[in-house]
């Protein structure tokens, strides 16, 4: 029930891009994304409900395609405040439970 | 400050013991859920409740309770407390409201920081 993400980690150049992936079994309601910094909590980034939208903040955007229940995260020409720990969350369309993927390392170098 | 608040911050204590973590929502959050976070791992989900009725339960063990008060705070009770219960246990909350898009959205503490010796 767990959602995968890809990859576990990487390690960006400033001003490089990213995309990590979210991929669940279970039919969705909606996507969200977190950010969490090392010894910190998770922080909100974004949801993206069903119908395929696309939602932008600043230089990090997702996508959500309902049909495949997957959802990526794009950082364009990362900062190295983008470092940390990716978490996408999934609502399903039914039933309750609210779970987080795997979790993906972003660390961003000079 | 992210309007939830957890105490304690930190707690040390050995194996066989009881403990109890108390998390008090972002005010108009009726939403509670606790996550366990072990060392460099993901956030495993445990339970959640709803305006005082549990709502949903994910992977937690036996010796794990939880409650929500009328008041909207919620305790997570460990007990029989093993080496591999140490983590750090977060407790999130959100509008929580069943159809309202975006209810959902989690609002975490600052998180509760166990280590069973």
């Known amino acids: 029930q767990q959602p995968v993400q890809s990859p576990q980690a990487v390690i960006l150049r400033e001003g490089e891009d990213a995309v990590i992936n979210c991929s669940s079994s279970?039919?969705?309601?909606?996507v969200h994304w977190y950010r969490q910094k090392h010894g910190e909590a998770p922080v909100f980034l974004m949801i993206?409900?069903?119908?395929?939208e696309q939602k932008g903040h600043e230089k990090i955007s997702a996508s959500f395609n309902e049909k495949k229940q997957q959802s990526s995260l794009y950082l364009t020409a990362s900062q190295l405040s983008y470092s940390g720990t990716y978490f996408c969350?999934?609502?399903?369309?039914?039933?309750?439970?609210?779970?987080f993927g795997t979790g993906t390392s972003l660390t961003v170098i000079p | 400050d992210s309007g939830v608040t957890q105490t304690p911050k930190h707690l040390i204590t050995a194996t066989g013991q009881r403990v109890t973590l108390r998390c008090s929502p972002r005010?108009?959050?009726?939403?509670v859920y606790w996550y366990q976070q072990s060392l460099d791992q993901g956030l495993q989900f445990l339970i959640q409740?709803?305006?005082?009725?549990?709502?949903a339960k994910g992977n937690i063990l036996e010796r794990f309770s939880a409650q929500q008060f009328p008041d909207l705070h919620s305790e997570l009770n460990l007990s029989s407390l093993e080496l591999g219960d140490s983590a750090l246990y977060f407790c999130?909350?959100?509008?929580?409201?069943?159809?309202?898009?975006?209810?959902?959205?989690?609002?975490f503490g600052a998180g509760s920081r166990l280590t069973v010796l």
């Open positions: 999130a909350s959100s509008v929580g409201t069943p159809g309202v898009s975006g209810a959902n959205v989690l609002t």
């Open positions: 279970k039919a969705l309601y909606s």
């Open positions: 993206l409900l069903k119908g395929g």
């Open positions: 969350g999934t609502e399903p369309n039914t039933g309750n439970q609210f779970y």
């Open positions: 005010s108009g959050d009726l939403s």
């Open positions: 409740y709803y305006n005082g009725e549990e709502r």
